[in-house]
């Protein structure tokens, strides 16, 4: 069995947001998945089988599978590539529990078409203020997240979040952002989900679904 690791959202190794991919030659049950996700220790380990328009493809954590995973599929498309199992002119399909997926390899770099996760404004639970321990400028919620704007980004940046608080919401996890100060970036953010045993996201693609429909309206 194929199983390979990837380091996404970067150009240099060892940074940016690591990810196993295995490939299945066969249909395994949810528990033998999660066991190899357990014994990979990685924000997530994606599995691949191939069908005859595309992959199967479903991202777990060490602790539960997820129902959707950005850079689990960037990982997963990278290897499709650089080992020739799709040819570089040709877009890949998944097929996942968040619907069809697909993924463009375009001047050297993959593009990933993923849906948009719309939020809405709601009143934050007083366990998320006390969790962050800072003050709110905007509370949102996607069907999978809170998402929290704060003051700026250097509150974004010194953030120590009481984790063992955020575990105990009933969401996914916690998006926090912020505009940024530096012309290079529209945004700064950082994603918690204690709940599927990543304390801290280094890169979360599937974040990005919402934050870069918030940042496109302001």
């Keep these: 069995m194929q199983i390979y690791k990837v380091d996404t959202f970067t150009m240099e190794p060892f940074r940016g947001n690591p990810a196993a991919v295995c490939f299945l030659p066969e249909p395994k049950d949810s528990d033998w998945l ?9 924000p997530a380990t994606a599995f691949l089988q191939k069908n005859s328009v595309g992959y ?17 599929t960037l990982a997963s498309t990278h290897v499709l ?5 799709i040819d570089k002119d040709k ?13 463009t390899f375009k001047e050297g770099w993959v593009e990933l078409n993923f849906p948009s996760i719309h939020e809405e404004k709601t009143t934050a639970p007083k366990e998320l203020i006390q969790a962050l321990g800072v003050q709110a400028k905007y509370v949102g919620q996607t069907p ?8 700026g980004e250097d509150v974004v940046r010194n953030l ?3 984790l063992d608080l955020i575990a105990q919401l009933p969401v996914r996890g916690v998006i926090v952002t912020s505009a940024s100060h530096s012309g290079a970036f529209d945004f700064v953010s ?8 990543i304390e801290e996201d280094a890169v979360t693609g599937s974040a990005h679904c919402c934050l870069a429909l918030i940042g496109r309206n302001k």
């Design 34 to 42: 999660q066991n190899v996700a357990r014994e990979m220790n990685l």
């Design 56 to 72: 199967q493809l479903r991202w777990f954590t060490p602790t539960t599978e997820m129902q959707i995973c950005g850079h689990g």
């Design 81 to 85: 590539y650089e080992t020739n199992k």
């Design 91 to 103: 877009s890949v399909t998944f097929f996942t529990k968040s619907g069809e997926l697909t993924a």
């Design 144 to 151: 999978l997240d809170y998402i929290v704007e704060v003051e």
């Design 160 to 162: 120590k979040p009481d």
């Design 190 to 197: 950082r994603f918690f989900s204690p709940a599927q045993g």
